[in-house]
């Protein structure tokens, strides 16, 4: 079962961000990030997703000003 994250970070960008990407993806490690520490003071994981429109869906939910896929997973 492929599963889908979202990194929601409120720091990187004005108005925040909100990218989905693979779980697979060296930068999400299943919803740890590229750490593998969890959540950190600049943002959050949110998922698992069964599917790429439901990580979307949420994505578009956090009302960041920018909602995006990863560009190295490209989910």
Not at 1 to 19: C, D, H, L, P, S
Not at 24 to 31: A, E, I, L, R
Request: aromatic share 10%; net charge positive.
């Amino acid at each position: 079962m492929k599963k889908f994250y979202v990194y929601q970070n409120w720091t990187a960008e004005r108005g925040g961000k909100a990218i989905v990407h693979r779980g697979s993806c060296s930068f999400c490690n299943d919803g740890q990030g590229f750490h593998k520490t969890g959540p950190t003071r600049n943002g959050r994981w949110l998922g698992p997703f069964e599917d790429k429109n439901a990580a979307l869906a949420k994505a578009r939910d956090t009302e960041s000003a920018r909602v995006d896929s990863c560009k190295k997973c490209s989910p």
